[in-house]
């Protein structure tokens, strides 16, 4: 069975520092997502990565890919308010079926 | 373009009612999903289809029932409503596979329900 972990689960963040965030998963997938959640609204795709060292960047946001060590990072720079939100990693079982599998999300908080 | 719409936005029930929620995607998508969230506990599969006429159950589909109407159109019911169902609901669909290998979900805007 596919366990999807995140860590920590809340973060507060100073305005202008650098953080980082992870993913672990349990067992083999060909592919994992970041998704973002406004509070009271639905999920926005942020990033999709398919293979071993894919590095994605978005703005302030840069996510990477190790599938030997079954992680994933977000990496947050120069922290702003906006990136106020909760991240949720999901990794994609094996196979023809698209289901995917999510973390329990990381609350992330910029204060000035 | 519309995306992936749920009905309703906001329900509340008592205990042992009834009810249907409602899905439906524009974008010919051949699967569709529905999942609960929960405070602390992410998002929790209960059934998804991946494709027109094939229902599977996910990880949490206890107390609910589904039917996949037609391609663009998947509904959750749940048949006796219990406190613990007391949740945000949301509906996703996506292509099994596009020619890159991967298939993004894209999200409805969520039901808010709540249980008495």
């Known amino acids: 069975e596919l366990k999807v972990e995140q860590n920590p689960l809340f973060l507060s963040m100073q305005e202008g520092k650098n953080y980082t965030i992870y993913c672990n998963y349990s067992t083999t997938s060909d592919r994992l997502y970041w998704y973002r959640q406004d509070p009271g609204k639905s999920l926005e795709s942020l990033f999709v990565?398919?293979?071993?060292?894919a590095v994605k960047q978005e703005g302030r946001l840069m996510a990477s890919l190790d599938t030997k060590a079954r992680l994933s990072t977000l990496h947050i720079t120069a922290a702003v308010h906006d990136l106020s939100a909760t991240y949720f990693c999901a990794v994609g079982s094996t196979g023809a079926n698209s289901k995917l599998t999510f973390g329990k999300g990381i609350t992330l908080s910029v204060r000035p | 373009n519309a995306g992936v719409t749920q009905t309703p936005k906001f329900q509340v029930l008592k205990t042992g009612q009834s009810m249907t929620l409602q899905c439906a995607q524009d974008m010919n998508h051949n699967s569709m999903y529905w999942y609960r969230q929960d405070p602390g506990m992410g998002l929790r599969l209960i059934y998804y289809?991946?494709?027109?006429?094939?229902?599977d159950k996910g990880e949490v589909p206890n107390g609910y029932n589904v039917s996949r109407l037609n391609k663009r159109e998947f509904s959750l019911r749940l048949e006796s409503a219990a406190p613990s169902q007391t949740s945000v609901y949301f509906c996703a669909s996506s292509v099994n596979r596009d020619r890159k290998g991967h298939s993004p979900l894209h999200f409805g805007n969520g039901t808010r329900l709540t249980v008495t």
């Open positions: 990565l398919l293979s071993n060292g």
């Open positions: 289809s991946a494709s027109e006429g094939t229902t």
